[in-house]
């Protein structure tokens, strides 16, 4: 059964530093998204992603964030300068647009 | 006001009972709902879609969702240890659009 895939699984990084993180959803999808969790906390939304751009983002995903889709598999999500509240579970997910998202098992961004 | 509103739990059931998760929501104009089951370190895992009035059966989970009063439910019938985990439901307010989680509620089932 085809699912998403993400990488790293961890990512420990220095506060200041600039991280890439990288998907590939499933394949005959065609919608994008990230989402975090931080520890004890609920899944929220961060950005979606349709036919080469941002179709929304939230109030979380400000200036430091940005994401890409560089070729016809991947999507990436890039934290400019990290805080350390941006240590959190992010999970990317994707679907065909017919509601459904399937998500990704996620990468843990520790900043130290 | 809370979108998604659960009970945190935690829900303890005997193994093989049925256990019955709630959930309210704010936003009448709320399209799809959606129950994500969540273990411990791992992502959310749809098990259940609804998006109308009614019963919605998949095996030993059976979702209900009555729009009038905002109120979303998800019934496990003959409880596993397996199905010991965090329940999270969630709507989106249109095809495609952001999924909103409620804050979950965590199931055990005890042998």
């Known amino acids: 059964e085809p699912e998403v895939t993400q990488t790293p699984s961890h990512q420990v990084t220095q506060m200041g530093q600039e991280v890439i993180l990288r998907c590939v959803p499933i394949?005959?999808?065609?919608?994008f998204y990230w989402y975090r969790q931080i520890l004890g906390q609920k899944v929220e939304f961060l950005v979606s992603?349709?036919?080469?751009?941002?179709?929304?983002k939230s109030e979380i995903f400000d200036d430091q964030f940005s994401v890409e889709r560089p070729d016809g598999s991947n999507f990436t999500l890039k934290i400019r300068s990290t805080k350390l509240e941006d240590s959190a579970m992010y999970f990317c997910?994707?679907?065909?647009?017919?509601?459904?998202?399937?998500f990704g098992p996620g990468t843990r961004l520790t900043v130290l | 006001q809370k979108e998604v509103e659960q009970n945190s739990g935690p829900l303890s059931v005997p193994e093989g009972a049925i256990a019955s998760l709630n959930c309210t929501y704010s936003?009448?104009?709320?399209?799809?709902f959606f129950w994500y089951r969540q273990y411990s370190g791992k992502s959310p895992e749809l098990i259940m879609s609804?998006?109308?009035?009614g019963d919605k059966e998949d095996g030993r989970f059976t979702a209900q969702l009555n729009k009038a009063s905002q109120y979303v439910s998800l019934l496990i019938r003959d409880s596993q240890p397996s199905d010991s985990a965090t329940y999270l439901c969630?709507?989106?307010?249109?095809?495609?659009?952001?999924?909103?989680f409620g804050s979950g509620t965590r199931l055990s089932i005890r042998p």
């Open positions: 997910a994707s679907g065909q647009g017919d509601n459904e998202q399937f």
């Open positions: 394949s005959n999808h065609l919608y």
């Open positions: 992603f349709y036919n080469n751009e941002i179709s929304e």
């Open positions: 936003d009448r104009v709320s399209q799809s």
């Open positions: 609804i998006y109308s009035n």
């Open positions: 969630a709507f989106a307010y249109s095809s495609a659009s952001k999924i909103i």
